[in-house]
């Protein structure tokens, strides 16, 4: 690449071999045989816990560290081989700590992207000057560049640095954490820059802690899990539950974001009654108490079943998305003879049935029948009663009824309530019978 190359094309794409990469310090193997390809327009997402080895493999990606044992090939040939500037030529790496020191302006500190591409006492040319201003513009930098580096806030020196690298017009962008410290707007627009980059046939591989946003903008993720990679694969496929819990310990559903349509991941609080709640679950009732339920109990590794539900209600998405069964009714129609068959088998089948937030009224009478009087039932209130309450004397005597036998809880303690209500003894049918009369 000369001064004069503008922007790369995407023949300028550079490939990335990492080959049984191994790399201590001291006594402490932090990265034990890792080995990796990242194909030209790809861009990878790493993630993994906290001193899983994520910057150690960065660094070893752009030289700066040499590996104990393996090689990193970029383009082809060993890093290690190439001089710096070669290097520099090929990576540029937006580091987490940007560790500028010295109070240069922001100017000053994109154009030293540049220096691989001048000689050493030559002036900056055209092309250097028109890959700063564009480097500014793109990050939305331009508006202080003339402001000292040590005076912008830490995001906007996150953002600076990231203009350095991109003036550095490189085949590969190396992105330790490059959205910690921005806010949500422009982690948004950094990580579409990437893709733009991306695009244009380049290859980029970025450290992300945020797991919905690297599933959102990585083309492929890398789990990293002491210093060894676990896991490879597109996003969908390597975000879930068990991966999650081998890397990161971590008790957590991944559905998918009805805005994004990519994964989104939730974190939940880890509890002892886990281990106690029964293999199958039935969930009746909608919404977002009965999806938060369904989401705690995916996450326990109980299969649910929900229903009745009508087709667009939160918890069934989500249900369906982890590929739970579903009873699903048309809208504010009576129970018909065989939904409510199916409930009833699915409530047989299950060890316990969640009651979560049920709408009380005549519209769901028929099914309230087939709950009254059962023991292994967790009554789950989130919205007080007297929004759930659409009038009918029945339906609310009935559901007194489920509250009376059942469990009835907050959500913030459902596990536990499902864990109470197993350990009941449900009633014989003729006993359900007597109760009814
Ligand atoms: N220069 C060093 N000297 C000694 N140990 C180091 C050095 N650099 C990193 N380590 C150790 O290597 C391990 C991996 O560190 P690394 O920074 O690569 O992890 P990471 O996955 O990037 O973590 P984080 O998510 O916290 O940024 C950690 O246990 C860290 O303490």
């Known amino acids: ?36 390809t990242i194909e030209p327009g790809e861009f990878v997402g790493l993630v993994g816990p906290n001193g899983a080895g994520k910057t150690t493999l960065l660094r070893a990606m752009s030289g700066s560290l040499e590996p104990d044992r393996g090689t990193v090939d970029v383009d082809g040939a060993p890093l290690h081989e190439r001089s710096s500037k070669g290097a520099s030529r090929l990576v540029a790496v937006v580091p987490q700590n940007t560790g500028l020191s010295f109070s240069f302006d922001v100017r000053t500190v994109v154009e030293m992207g540049r220096y691989p591409h001048r000689s050493r006492f030559s002036p900056p040319g055209e092309a250097d000057r028109e890959a700063v201003d564009r480097a500014l513009e793109r990050t939305r930098t331009a508006q202080f560049a003339d402001r000292p580096i040590d005076e912008v806030s830490g995001g906007e ?29 422009h982690q948004i627009e950094t990580l579409e820059l990437v893709r733009e980059f991306v695009a244009e046939g380049r290859t980029a591989v970025a450290a992300i802690h945020d797991l919905d946003l690297a599933a959102r903008y990585c083309d492929r993720l890398v789990v990293l899990s002491e210093g060894a ?69 995916a996450a326990a590794d109980c299969t649910c079943t929900v229903g009745p539900v009508t087709g667009g209600d939160a918890a069934a998405e989500l249900a369906r998305g982890q590929g739970f069964e579903t009873i699903s009714v048309e809208p504010f129609a009576p129970l018909s003879d065989v939904d409510r068959a199916a409930v009833r088998g699915a409530i047989e089948a299950a060890g316990v049935t969640v009651v979560a937030d049920l709408e009380v009224g005549a519209g769901n009478q028929l099914l309230l029948e087939e709950l009254a009087g059962r023991e292994s039932i967790a009554v789950v209130e989130d919205r007080p009663f007297t929004e759930r309450n659409h009038a009918g004397e029945r339906a609310r005597e009935l559901y007194e009824r489920c509250r009376q036998r059942g469990v009835v809880t907050p959500p913030t303690d459902v596990l536990e309530a499902i864990a109470e209500a197993a350990t009941r003894t449900e009633p014989s049918r003729t006993e359900l019978e007597a109760d009814d009369d």
């Open 229 to 297: 990679v676990l896991e490879s694969g597109p996003p969908e496929s390597v975000l879930n539950r068990n991966v999650l819990a081998a890397a990161f310990d971590a008790n957590a559903v991944v559905t998918e974001s009805p805005v994004t349509r990519t994964p989104t991941v939730s974190a939940l609080r880890a509890t002892d009654a886990e281990a106690t709640v029964p293999d199958r679950v039935h969930v009746v009732g909608g919404g977002s108490t009965a999806a938060s339920v369904v989401a705690e109990l």
């Open 157 to 185: 020196r996150q953002r600076v640095v990231l203009a350095r690298a991109i003036a550095q017009q490189t085949p590969v962008l190396l992105l330790d954490e490059p959205t910690a410290s921005l806010d949500v707007n």
């Open 1 to 36: 690449m000369t001064d004069g190359d503008a922007l790369p094309t995407a023949r300028e794409g550079a490939r990335i071999d990492v080959e049984d990469v191994a790399v201590s310090f001291g006594e402490t193997a932090v990265l034990e045989d890792v080995s990796l």
